[in-house]
Every structure is written in structure tokens, then in C-alpha cells.
């Protein structure tokens, strides 16, 4: 850390500003020792997480019905989680705790449309881990390891979609 705060300090000399993105322990006593300009500063400790949640709590506002979820995590071994919940803000939100207590991050994160019922949303669910096992390692029940986001809201939507359908009949 301390040749990064060296060359940061070196090349911000000329500079407005400053910011260190994705460094929490980074205080302003460091910054200062190492030649930065610690009120021209700005320091930002998980830039992805607040973006995606809020963005996530912003599209479920009132959404009380089952809904599947996929999230993106990142850590030591990236995965893909895919879950189903009546409250999937609330759900999600309690994962990002989880995970911020076993240094994980979140990615990214997609809610899928609402099933009106729970057997549906579970059917669903199961449908999608069926669909994602066939390409992905397993991390217990609802994680992949290594999986593809883009391919697991595919997997996500088609299952909703096809119980959906099925529950026409």
C-alpha cells in the first residue's frame, strides 16, 4: 500500500483531486503521510454494492408477491446465487449483510416478474438450479460457482415464464 499512495500522491500533485475506490482501510492519516491532499479526497469503500442494492429496493418498492432473484457475488470463489422470495427487497438486503460479514461483494442483481402464487415460484426456482447445475458447479442449494449472471436471468425468466404458463392451463 505504501508505493500506491506514493505514485497516487506523485501524480494527483498536479491535480484537483483524488479518490481511492474499493480501499476501506485506506484512512486519512495514510493518505496525508504519503503526500496526499487529504481534503481534496474522496474515498469510496464498496463502489458497487450501494449502486445495485439501491437500485434493486428502487424496483421493488411495494412488491409483495413471489419473485425469483439472481445475484452476482464476488469473493475467492464468484458464484451466482438464484433464490425465490415473497419479499425479495428484503431478501436481498439481508444477503448483502451476509455477505459483506464473509467478504463478499454483490455485483449485480435481477428480480424477476412476480408468479401469483408460491408453488409456482418454487417450481420456478427448482427449474432454474436444475438448468444451472447442467453447466455450473454447485455451492449447496441455491449457488454456482462460476456461474454466468447473464445466463442464470435467462434461466431465472424462462422458468418463471414456462410455470407461468403451465398454471394457464
Request: no cysteine; hydrophobic share 45%.
Amino acid at each position: 500500500m505504501p508505493l500506491l499512495l506514493a505514485l497516487a500522491a506523485e501524480v494527483s500533485a498536479d491535480s484537483a483531486g483524488w479518490a481511492a475506490v474499493g480501499l476501506p482501510d485506506l484512512g486519512p492519516l495514510a493518505a496525508a503521510d504519503a503526500g496526499l491532499d487529504v481534503g481534496a479526497g474522496l474515498w469510496v469503500d464498496e463502489p458497487g454494492r450501494h449502486r445495485v442494492l439501491s437500485r434493486v429496493v428502487d424496483e421493488l418498492e411495494g412488491a409483495d408477491r413471489p419473485r425469483l432473484y439472481v445475484l452476482e457475488i464476488a469473493g475467492a470463489v464468484p458464484r451466482v446465487k438464484i433464490g425465490v422470495s415473497t419479499h425479495p427487497r428484503t431478501r436481498v438486503q439481508q444477503h448483502v449483510t451476509e455477505m459483506t460479514r464473509y467478504q463478499h461483494g454483490l455485483v449485480d442483481a435481477y428480480v424477476t416478474a412476480p408468479r401469483g402464487d408460491h408453488l409456482a415460484a418454487d417450481r420456478a426456482e427448482g427449474q432454474a438450479h436444475r438448468w444451472m447445475r447442467k453447466i455450473f458447479a454447485p455451492i449447496g442449494t441455491e449457488e454456482f460457482a462460476y456461474g454466468d449472471f447473464d445466463f442464470g436471468v435467462v434461466r431465472a425468466d424462462q422458468a418463471v415464464r414456462i410455470q407461468g404458463e403451465a398454471g394457464a392451463w
